[in-house]
């Protein structure tokens, strides 16, 4: 069996990685306020640059601002994983703009 792709899979392979996503939906705007996000789905990274994230700052910025007491502190929920509550970074960004 060859490892190569023919002319054909090759084509199809190509519009499918150059399809734009249908909507720009986030992940944290599909959650209910009782959903828990992590980091990645909070801040813009440049390794994905295509992802949509409700706060405009990177991963150093919102841990700092965790320490400083001005943004929420996560949940931990497991030894590995830590989240935030979603309604608690939606309030968060209402006072913000209310601000």
């Known amino acids: 069996m060859s490892s190569k792709l023919t ?3 090759r084509q199809n392979v190509k519009s499918i990685t150059a399809q734009k996503p249908i909507s720009n939906i986030s992940v944290f ?8 996000v992590r980091a990645a789905q909070l801040v813009q ?5 295509d992802s ?4 405009p700052f990177s991963e150093p910025t919102l841990w700092r601002e965790v320490k400083a007491g001005s943004f929420p502190k996560p949940i931990k929920l497991s030894a590995r994983i ?12 209402l006072a913000r703009e209310e601000a």
């Open 7 to 9: 002319k054909s899979k």
């Open 29 to 36: 705007d599909a959650l209910p306020n009782s959903g828990y």
């Open 45 to 49: 990274s440049p390794k994905r640059p």
């Open 52 to 55: 949509t994230a409700p706060l």
């Open 82 to 93: 830590t989240a935030w509550n979603v309604g608690a970074v939606r309030a968060w960004l």
